[in-house]
């Protein structure tokens, strides 16, 4: 008996002190080091900063080298066109040509030859977005043209149904019509690149309606100046080639809003 209860109190002061050690344990606190913050990034500041451009205003003048050196090659042709421009808006630009031309034409059954003068007028709008100080062009338009004119019937032949004698040989007129004229309406479609300071070179094409057409005694108009052929009816196609030179008259300044983005100094 006495043996049990010494192994009984030496029991009780073991898990008395384990309990003392434990709980020591535990009241302990624990630190952990905090991980150092990360170096915030400096944020990218927004400056707002207008540009300002400068466009120039004023009159373009030029000549189709088309039609000015088609009479070297071809010799049933003489011609010239002066084509011009004035800057109105940012887009928009008034526009004229104004020319002269002598066709003569061999058709099947009569030759004839019109000379006259023409003129056109309308708009065009820039369809280009010029970046800097450009001033290329590539544009849209319409245009009414008018043209005087004359038409001289230097030959004809007689139709035959049954030719069987052969063909009749043509019979010389030498008859002339004046005082004839020639109205249309036409979708004008080009460009004009800068070359060389103020000089522009260029291309175009004119799709035209024929809305008035005041026609000779005895046969038709095969060709009228400013128009071209008339040989699908009421429709016309034209092109040219221009060279041309900017004469500048004045300036508007125009402020263009950029937003740049800065850094700040360190």
Known sequence: MKHILKYYFSFCLLFSMFLGHAQETSTKTITKEKPKAETAKPAIQETKKDSIKTDRYGLRVGVDLYKLTRGLYDKDYKGIEVV?????????????????????????????????????????YNTYENWLDMENLITIGLRGGFSTFSQQLNSYKIYNANPYWGEQPAIAAGQKYTGLTAGWLEVAMGLKAKVFNNVFVGFGVQLKLLVANSKPSGFDNLYIPGFNKTYDG?????????????????????????????????
């Not at 011009?84 to 808006?89: I, K």
């Not at 030859?113 to 708009?123: D, E, Q």
């Not at 402020?255 to 850094?263: A, Q, S």
């Open 84 to 124: 011009s421009d004035f800057r109105l808006t940012k887009k928009y630009y008034l526009a004229a040509e104004l020319g002269f031309e002598d066709k003569t034409t061999d058709d099947d059954r009569l030759n004839s030859t019109a000379t006259g003068t023409y003129i056109k007028g309308g708009f065009d």
């Open 234 to 266: 009421s429709f016309g196609v034209g092109f040219n080639y221009t060279v041309s030179y900017f004469i500048p008259l004045y300036k508007k300044k125009i402020v263009i809003p950029e937003i740049i983005k800065e850094k700040p100094k360190k």
